[in-house]
């Protein structure tokens, strides 16, 4: 579902109420009149009709701020490019992949896990189709309750699954000629119209679990089994920690830029240290306008030993300046474990604004295209305000970097200095995810289909 349908529904859904109210209001005003003889419309009627109406607006309003999870979803086109002469956005971001210098890149998909989708967005008995790592999925859920994810594409004719096909039982049946087969294994257990259902008709069937309210797939170039599990989270599986929102972005760059972030120590202070009101264009955000406002960031970065070398933790102190003056009750300390190429746990911790973690994850749709989400969860006792502050100011600082990655060329040999020793520890360690089979990018598009 695109932003400005969903933007649409969650408009009606919130003035729909006022205006019915208000119709109401007026409509029984009217018919009130009619004992007299004639309708009589004062001034204080009117008067109060539309401060009702805007009342109930506002406690619409309100109440979607204080109760509904944040949900902010980026179109690949939205964030990171700057519009001249008319030029729409799209325009923007199709002219800078074409003629943007790519460099020598790594492997495109690292062997690991990858988040295609969260558990509340699959309901039982429900199907839909996913893009990720170059490949069309049919991600489903079973009559027992459990996801399954097949490749999109009916071995037969070449039907997507997703589209227009149905859960039957555990399995998901073809729209075109209505084969089933199996989430568990892939295998056709039905051909509606045949005697015999032959041994070699199956669709791949994607590893995959379902923890910490996400759906999961393991990726690995060689067909390998999982190399690791993704940590539980077990105040997420408990209900200590509920859910109080995600954001979505389409990043155009290879998907080792994203992670490295973590051991540029450097970038914290020049690119994330305005204040957030400044905004996320790269552009402004050092207007003298919002200096009164700095975020100051104490980083350190490590990979972790046997037998978690699939692991990383960077160490984040934040503090908040205004005017010069230290809030130390707005200091924050962030425990960011990374696990494998694709999923980092941003673990947080404050007693005044209490603990919590936003899931970071990060899935290649295709070889220069990352789909990045951050999912809030949060204690439950804590207003949902808090954790939704929250979320938005990790998008407002993330989107500063969105702007970075979508222009910039990847350096496989950059030009370093000593403080910048932690990037090359960082590739080094990040280098663990590839085989020699992973795949390369072949060719460049010409095109961006936005």
Known sequence: MDNQSMSTKKAVAVIGPGLAAMLFILVRHQLDSVDTGFFIWTGTGLL??????VSLLAMGWLYRLLF?????????????????????????????????KIGELPPVYPNGWYRVL?????????????????????????????????????????????????????????????????????????????????????????????????????????????????????????????YRGRTEHFINAHIEEIPENAADVAHLAHLHTPGILSGVDLRYTNSNTWKFLRHDWKVQWAPESEPNKHCSQMLVKHALTVFGHHWPLLDIHVVARQVGPGVVFLLFNHSFLGRG???????????????VSHIIFYQSN?????????????CTQFERDVMIWNNKKYISQPLLVKEDSAILKHRRWFSQFYSENSPRLQYQRDTFDF
């Open 118 to 242: 969260d558990s509340h967005m699959l309901d039982r008995g429900e199907v839909k189709n996913v893009s990720a790592l170059g490949e069309q999925l049919a991600v489903f859920r079973g009559q027992d309750g459990k996801a399954y994810v097949l490749d999109g594409y009916c071995p037969h004719l070449g039907a997507h699954l997703a589209v227009g096909g149905r859960v039957v039982g555990n399995c998901i049946e073809c729209p075109f000629h209505g084969w089933h087969f199996q989430g568990n294994n892939g295998k056709c257990v039905k051909i509606p119209y045949a005697e015999k259902v032959p041994e070699f008709a199956k669709v791949r069937c994607w590893p995959n679990c379902e923890i910490n309210g996400q759906i999961l797939i393991w990726f690995h170039c060689d067909g390998e089994d999982p190399q690791w599990n993704v940590p539980e989270q077990h105040e997420i599986t408990k209900g200590e920690w509920v």
């Open 382 to 394: 804590i207003p949902a305000l808090v954790p939704k502050f929250i979320l938005r100011a990790e």
């Open 68 to 100: 509904y999870p944040l949900v902010l979803l980026r179109t690949p086109e939205d964030v990171g490019y700057i519009t001249v002469g008319g030029r729409s956005k799209a325009q923007a971001a199709n002219d800078v992949r074409r003629r943007r």
């Open 48 to 53: 109060g009709c539309i401060v009702t109406g």
């Open 357 to 371: 973690v936003i899931m970071h994850c990060v899935t290649p749709v295709e070889p220069l295209l990352q789909c």
